[in-house]
């Protein structure tokens, strides 16, 4: 996730910029970078690193001017470097573009503008924008009308910022789903990615809607709609403190990050999705390749490693091909057999995990091709893998993991469907039905994350609790791993995942009167197996709480405690059941007093064996 800043009035720019930048540090960022009018020229400054350096150069770069925008980058196209750091120039250095939010289509956009003679100087999405800009200028003389023309032709997420030297007395501002502010001063207006980084100068705010347009001069704001209609926009006046802003009015950002599930899967879906078919030919996997896929392996820790059990129950049942599963602590130092033809899958929000990357180096010099599905672009995993599969879940900022889970757990589903197609173990509706739901699924997060309210009455009435249980079967089981992991990190409670038929081999010797057993009930095939499971734990006192379909009637006559979730194919329930099980971890940590943000004795990356 990407920041942006603008200002246009009476004072020096960069200062303004530099502190707007600042107070958008929470998003996380790689790079960032200034552009600014001076004397009727665009003068850029960037640097790859921390905010501090692009001070320093700065401050060996005096840039003088009162109008100009300003970027904090979270890579996605291109790894982090000072040529792919925004703002990025058009070629005839009269358009500079901060952006925020991925353009789908680049690719195509590139190669046309290549083909009129454009040189691109980075490997970003954003360039073919300045580009395209440019282009449309030659025959449009208006810049709104123009930026208007040029948006047209994205597909895809933007925030965009742009200056223009033929017009030198406005910053324009577009917005389509990526968030987009504009801040109102006296004799000096602003644009920015969220509201923290305007709030030490103005509280008085336009909030962008998708589709909307500024030209934002110093002295007024005019907003216009996707059609060139001008739109009447209410002033907003922020009533909230700094600290609440950078969590977008949520408590804390794991809450935020919960609730950003729907866009993030969204995200991750839609580019590997086209007409009807899924492409995964960014990591290389060509239909050839996964037909000749023997076997699968996949490494991982903690979160990671259990959106790769759902992985593999996937991959086995939809491909009929044998999966390995271990965590990367436990695989790097027990001499794992294996096999070139095997695809070597390790899974690591950060990319950066020291055992995950010892087992990727352990699996390459073995002459394994090794695939990462990392969130972090130009991450040393994803520097190291063969071929890289990104997560597009944006800057996980909370130490529990939660929307890099979902994604994961949706870009192994779509490794899973689209070996079966190629291996032809999957018939050809039942592909497309898959493919159907799977991408009805951010729609479905977005239901479940509408109504918290039952989620935290469970977590009120059970929060005193000091173990739990979380049971299931199949992919219940592999959600299950998850479900308690959550709550252990954050909650402190003690909690174990349990194979549901399992506990009566020993397990069940701690279920006394009044313990809470939470079972995921998603899996149709062994629901019935899994309530006679439910019924045992009921007649030794436990008391239970299910996650399952809304619709399920199975449950009801069991237990009045249920979490429900908007029905979908079992296969693909993981990723939404995760959602309550991820919402009760955070109300039973509020309730017992910790901050779900910065739990006791974790770090976010380990980087250390
Ligand atoms: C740490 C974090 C976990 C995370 C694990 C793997 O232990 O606290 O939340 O799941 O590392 O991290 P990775 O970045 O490789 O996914």
């Given at each position: 996730?990407?920041?942006?800043?603008?200002?246009?009035?009476?004072?020096?720019?960069?200062?303004?910029?530099?502190?707007?930048?600042?107070?958008?540090?929470?998003?996380?960022?790689?790079?960032?970078?200034?552009?600014?009018?001076?004397?009727?020229?665009?003068?850029?400054?960037?640097?790859?690193?921390?905010?501090?350096?692009?001070?320093?150069?700065?401050?060996?770069?005096?840039?003088?001017?009162?109008?100009?925008?300003?970027?904090?980058?979270?890579?996605?196209?291109?790894?982090?470097?000072?040529?792919?750091?925004?703002?990025?120039?058009?070629?005839?250095?009269?358009?500079?573009?901060?952006?925020?939010?991925?353009?789908?289509?680049?690719?195509?956009?590139?190669?046309?503008?290549?083909?009129?003679?454009?040189?691109?100087?980075?490997?970003?999405?954003?360039?073919?924008?300045?580009?395209?800009?440019?282009?449309?200028?030659?025959?449009?003389?208006?810049?709104?009308?123009?930026?208007?023309?040029?948006?047209?032709?994205?597909?895809?997420?933007?925030?965009?910022?742009?200056?223009?030297?033929?017009?030198?007395?406005?910053?324009?501002?577009?917005?389509?789903?990526?968030?987009?502010?504009?801040?109102?001063?006296?004799?000096?207006?602003?644009?920015?990615?969220?509201?923290?980084?305007?709030?030490?100068?103005?509280?008085?705010?336009?909030?962008?809607?998708?589709?909307?347009?500024?030209?934002?001069?110093?002295?007024?704001?005019?907003?216009?709609?996707?059609?060139?209609?001008?739109?009447?926009?209410?002033?907003?006046?922020?009533?909230?403190?700094?600290?609440?802003?950078?969590?977008?009015?949520?408590?804390?950002?794991?809450?935020?990050?919960?609730?950003?599930?729907?866009?993030?899967?969204?995200?991750?879906?839609?580019?590997?999705?086209?007409?009807?078919?899924?492409?995964?030919?960014?990591?290389?996997?060509?239909?050839?390749?996964?037909?000749?896929?023997?076997?699968?392996?996949?490494?991982?820790?903690?979160?990671?490693?259990?959106?790769?059990?759902?992985?593999?129950?996937?991959?086995?049942?939809?491909?009929?091909?044998?999966?390995?599963?271990?965590?990367?602590?436990?695989?790097?130092?027990?001499?794992?057999?294996?096999?070139?033809?095997?695809?070597?899958?390790?899974?690591?929000?950060?990319?950066?995990?020291?055992?995950?990357?010892?087992?990727?180096?352990?699996?390459?010099?073995?002459?394994?091709?090794?695939?990462?599905?990392?969130?972090?672009?130009?991450?040393?995993?994803?520097?190291?893998?063969?071929?890289?599969?990104?997560?597009?879940?944006?800057?996980?900022?909370?130490?529990?993991?939660?929307?890099?889970?979902?994604?994961?757990?949706?870009?192994?589903?779509?490794?899973?469907?689209?070996?079966?197609?190629?291996?032809?173990?999957?018939?050809?509706?039942?592909?497309?039905?898959?493919?159907?739901?799977?991408?009805?699924?951010?729609?479905?997060?977005?239901?479940i994350l509408s109504d918290v309210e039952n989620v935290q009455r469970c977590a009120a009435r059970f929060f005193s609790?000091?173990?739990?249980?979380?049971?299931?079967?199949?992919?219940?089981?592999?959600?299950?791993?998850?479900?308690?992991?959550?709550?252990?990190?954050?909650?402190?409670?003690?909690?174990?995942?349990?194979?549901?038929?399992?506990?009566?081999?020993?397990?069940?010797?701690?279920?006394?009167?009044?313990?809470?057993?939470?079972?995921?009930?998603?899996?149709?095939?062994?629901?019935?197996?899994?309530?006679?499971?439910?019924?045992?734990?009921?007649?030794?006192?436990?008391?239970?709480?299910?996650?399952?379909?809304?619709?399920?009637?199975?449950?009801?006559?069991?237990?009045?405690?249920?979490?429900?979730?908007?029905?979908?194919?079992?296969?693909?329930?993981?990723?939404?059941?995760?959602?309550?099980?991820?919402?009760?971890?955070?109300?039973?940590?509020?309730?017992?007093?910790?901050?779900?943000?910065?739990?006791?004795?974790?770090?976010?990356?380990?980087?250390?064996?």
């Amino acid at each position: 996730m990407c920041g942006i800043v603008g200002y246009i009035g009476r004072e020096e720019a960069v200062g303004l910029l530099l502190e707007g930048l600042k107070r958008l540090e929470y998003r996380g960022y790689d790079s960032s970078g200034v552009a600014v009018l001076e004397e009727g020229k665009l003068r850029v400054v960037k640097a790859r690193g921390k905010l501090e350096r692009l001070r320093e150069k700065l401050a060996q770069t005096k840039l003088t001017g009162t109008t100009g925008i300003g970027h904090t980058r979270w890579a996605t196209h291109g790894e982090p470097s000072d040529e792919n750091s925004h703002p990025h120039l058009s070629q005839s250095g009269e358009i500079a573009v901060v952006h925020n939010g991925i353009i789908e289509n680049y690719a195509a956009l590139r190669d046309k503008l290549i083909a009129r003679g454009y040189r691109f100087q980075s490997e970003t999405d954003t360039e073919v924008f300045a580009h395209l800009l440019e282009e449309t200028l030659k025959t449009e003389h208006d810049l709104l009308g123009a930026v208007r023309a040029t948006v047209r032709q994205l597909e895809g997420a933007y925030a965009l910022g742009v200056l223009c030297t033929r017009f030198p007395d406005r910053i324009l501002a577009a917005r389509k789903d990526s968030p987009l502010i504009i801040g109102l001063g006296e004799g000096c207006n602003y644009i920015a990615s969220d509201i923290p980084a305007v709030l030490p100068y103005t509280r008085r705010v336009y909030l962008l809607k998708e589709g909307e347009m500024a030209q934002v001069f110093a002295d007024r704001v005019e907003i216009y709609d996707m059609e060139g209609e001008k739109v009447d926009k209410e002033v907003f006046t922020v009533n909230w403190s700094v600290d609440a802003a950078e969590k977008g009015g949520y408590a804390h950002f794991m809450l935020k990050e919960i609730h950003e599930q729907g866009r993030a899967m969204r995200d991750t879906l839609r580019p590997r999705i086209r007409e009807g078919e899924i492409d995964l030919s960014e990591a290389k996997l060509t239909d050839e390749l996964l037909r000749g896929v023997a076997r699968v392996v996949i490494t991982a820790c903690g979160t990671a490693c259990y959106a790769g059990q759902v992985g593999r129950a996937l991959i086995e049942r939809l491909c009929r091909v044998p999966v390995e599963i271990d965590v990367a602590s436990e695989f790097r130092y027990r001499d794992p057999i294996l096999q070139p033809t095997d695809l070597f899958l390790v899974v690591s929000q950060s990319g950066e995990t020291a055992d995950t990357l010892a087992a990727l180096r352990l699996a390459k010099a073995r002459g394994c091709k090794v695939v990462a599905i990392t969130n972090v672009v130009g991450s040393t995993i994803a520097r190291e893998a063969d071929s890289v599969l990104y997560t597009w879940a944006g800057p996980e900022i909370a130490v529990a993991s939660t929307k890099a889970y979902t994604t994961q757990v949706l870009m192994l589903t779509l490794i899973a469907l689209k070996m079966a197609k190629c291996k032809g173990t999957i018939a050809r509706e039942r592909y497309e039905a898959l493919l159907a739901e799977l991408q009805r699924l951010p729609e479905k997060a977005e239901e479940i994350l509408s109504d918290v309210e039952n989620v935290q009455r469970c977590a009120a009435r059970f929060f005193s609790q000091e173990d739990m249980f979380f049971i299931g079967r199949g992919l219940d089981y592999a959600l299950s791993l998850e479900a308690s992991l959550k709550l252990k990190e954050i909650s402190y409670i003690h909690s174990e995942a349990m194979a549901a038929g399992e506990l009566k081999h020993g397990t069940i010797a701690l279920i006394e009167p009044g313990r809470l057993v939470v079972a995921l009930c998603t899996q149709g095939a062994t629901l019935e197996k899994l309530r006679s499971n439910i019924r045992e734990v009921l007649t030794r006192g436990a008391v239970v709480l299910t996650i399952g379909y809304a619709d399920s009637e199975a449950e009801k006559e069991l237990t009045p405690y249920r979490l429900a979730i908007p029905r979908t194919d079992d296969l693909l329930a993981p990723a939404l059941a995760v959602i309550p099980a991820q919402l009760f971890a955070y109300y039973c940590a509020i309730q017992r007093g910790y901050d779900p943000d910065k739990p006791r004795n974790l770090a976010k990356s380990v980087t250390v064996e």
